[in-house]
């Protein structure tokens, strides 16, 4: 076996990885600023999804200013969903676990009714291959994955420099304290449900194109990015990359050494394998 | 009777309740279809009851309709494959998901908390993706199993009819219920209260709190496991997508709406949410009789109705696209 087959697998695994590794920040972002898990995430996605399916692939709108609308619509719609649902329930894990799988089925219902059940089409923006010392990219992957990146980048920078950004890390250190500093909580958590769920609306904008738009969407990518979560360790932005990146690698040699069939578990094996060595992930903090 | 008095007897009438009303019911109705769903309810209620068992000691083990699966292909397999009799593999498929339960609760038990909620996650789906992706001449693949014959004869009696079927799941229920009910108001239920609600002094006070989670991670296996022997035997076809997110969520659901706190919950809960769900489902039934209405109406009308009746045919229409 060459070694360029290798390569090729790893960059197969990797392609899609960064845009698995947004949805899984936004995640994990809600989880450390509101200690509960959204399991309707994967529907804020299915969401960014189909404001592309109208605003590019109907309306005919710029691919870059879709996905700047599907971040900001669907910050928006994670806002209301604070706003309304979630701001009650901090830290009530199992509530809140009950209460976003209703609203997971509220959306997918919703969806339905208002976009129909079947697969919409998003025609793809790029085109052609791009071809390295006998290796083989795709140009739309290689896109979608640079501007997961540029996102990743803004989320860091955001987190890191903002005021706004600060006190969501403050909040997630210690809520009381961060309250007792003049920290507004109520408006921060709105914001970072909303910043979470305009990450999981941007990855929709960014994998319409390469997957069809349909209401049961938010499925795959919310169980890769749980994967991606439990490896890098819950709270932790680097171990949400180098969950991802794991994630990537593993799935591509798995789908090169094993097939397709086996590769759905692999990630489920290195979830029990990593909590078995190291409990809190591989960064995660106490 | 003292209030005090009232509560040491409520097990035993809340047990007396339970048993009566199984009891009771085939002699209200025959009908097929209130059987079915009150076999439904009666298995549904085995599930809760031991899901929560284990959510009394403050775990939300999303692995738990897994069990129910693993039961539920061994005997499936048992039965069609070596011939064994459902008689013996009741206890086989339930053993076998006990057994399996000791080394999964042993690794999962070592977190807790969220952590715990998704590593069992995880097994669930590599259970559910084990039985739809490996094996497939074994476990029948994305197609499942189909063929499964009823449970068959004991003592003379023939389990294949609803009516018998129903009795057979009453009686597998109301003794669960009793073991569980039982357990709960014991030192065993006081125990798993204290554990849930500060595990760390339970520990200083002696108690092997990781044995004992594991003691309840095992039971409520096996009992799952019962229960899908039985569901596989009732149902007669298997489908790696029955063990799934799905029913597990609903099995969460049905569980927590009734209360966590009280043994009681998910008797409540558990009737109410597949009554509630089975009306639901009437919906579609008043569709049907609204479909014979408009027939009906639009034979000889004047034209000033008609475009009433035409609005309702509308709305059925809708009715029909979208939720059916």
Redesign the interface.
């Known amino acids: 076996m060459s070694i360029e087959l290798l390569v090729q697998a790893l960059l197969n695994g990797f392609g899609l990885a960064m845009v698995y590794v947004l949805v899984a920040l936004g995640l994990t972002l809600i ?1 450390s600023i509101l200690e509960i ?1 959204n399991f309707a995430h994967g529907e804020f996605y299915m969401l960014g999804g189909y404001v592309t399916y109208y605003a590019y692939a109907l309306f005919g709108l710029n691919y870059f200013a879709t996905l700047a609308l599907a971040i900001l619509t669907v910050g928006i719609a994670g806002v209301v969903a604070e706003r309304l649902i979630f701001h009650d329930l901090r830290g009530k ?3 809140a ?2 209460v976003s ?1 209703g609203l997971l089925w509220v959306m997918q219902a919703g969806a ?2 208002a976009f129909g059940v079947l697969d919409k089409p998003v025609p793809s923006a790029f085109s052609g291959v791009v071809r390295l010392v006998g290796l083989v990219i795709s140009v739309e992957r290689l896109v979608v994955s640079l501007s997961a990146i540029v996102l990743i980048v803004a989320l860091y920078l955001f987190l890191r420099l903002s005021r706004p950004g600060r006190a969501m890390r403050a909040v997630a250190q210690d809520p009381d304290a961060a309250a007792l500093q003049g920290v507004n909580i109520d408006a921060v958590s709105a914001l970072g449900f909303g910043v979470g769920c305009a990450l999981a609306g941007g990855a929709g904008g960014l994998l319409a194109p390469v997957f069809a738009v349909s209401p049961a969407m938010g499925a795959l990518p919310v ?1 890769k990015a ?2 991606i979560i ?1 490896v890098g360790g ?1 709270g932790s932005l680097p171990g949400a990359v180098l969950g991802g990146l794991l994630l990537g690698g593993v799935e591509g040699l798995g789908a090169l050494f094993m097939g397709s ?2 590769v ?2 692999l990630g ?2 290195m ?2 394998v990593v ?2 060595v190291r ?2 992930g591989l960064v995660g903090g106490a | 009777m003292e209030p005090r008095q009232w509560e040491a007897a409520t097990p035993a009438v809340g047990i007396a309740l339970i048993t009566l009303a199984a009891g009771a019911l085939p002699l209200v109705t025959r009908d097929s279809y209130y059987l079915d769903v009150a076999t439904t309810i009666l298995m549904n209620l085995t599930l809760t009851m031991s899901f929560r068992l284990q959510v009394s000691t403050g775990q939300i083990n999303m692995a738990h309709i897994s069990f129910m699966g693993i039961g539920a292909y061994t005997s499936a397999l048992l039965v069609t494959r070596v011939g064994l009799s459902f008689w013996a593999t009741l206890w086989i498929g339930a053993l076998v998901a006990a057994l399996l339960a000791v080394p999964i609760g042993s690794v999962a038990l070592r977190v807790s908390g969220p952590y715990y909620f998704l590593i069992t996650f995880a097994f669930s789906e590599v259970v559910r993706l084990f039985f739809n992706n490996f094996f497939e001449g074994l476990f029948g693949g994305p197609s499942g199993l189909v063929g499964i014959p009823k449970p068959g004869r004991l003592f003379g009696l023939i389990f294949d009819g609803k009516l018998a079927l129903y009795w057979l799941m009453a009686v597998i229920c109301v003794v669960v219920v009793v073991a569980l009910v039982r357990l709960d108001y014991s030192r065993f239920g006081l125990t798993a209260d204290a554990i849930r609600q500060a595990d760390l002094v339970v520990e200083t006070l002696g108690v092997n709190v990781f044995r004992f989670k594991l003691t309840t991670f095992v039971l409520g296996s096996f009992v799952a496991g019962l229960a899908g022997v039985f569901f596989v035997h009732y149902r007669q076809v298997l489908h790696s997508s029955d063990f799934g997110l799905e029913p597990m969520v609903l099995l969460v659901v049905f569980t927590v709406i009734g209360g966590t706190g009280s043994v009681w919950g998910p008797v409540v809960g558990t009737i109410l949410m597949t009554i509630a769900s089975e009306l639901l489902r009437e919906l579609h039934r008043l569709d049907d009789v609204g479909r014979v209405l408009v027939t009906a109406m639009k034979r000889d009308l004047g034209l000033a109705t008609k475009h009433r009746v035409d609005a309702l045919e509308r709305t059925l229409d809708w009715f029909d696209k979208y939720l059916k």
């Open positions: 989880f898990i894990a199992l509530n676990f009950i799988l339905q009714l169980v749980f994967i439990i819950m069939a086996a759905s578990i489920f094996a979830v029990i909590l078995l409990p809190r």
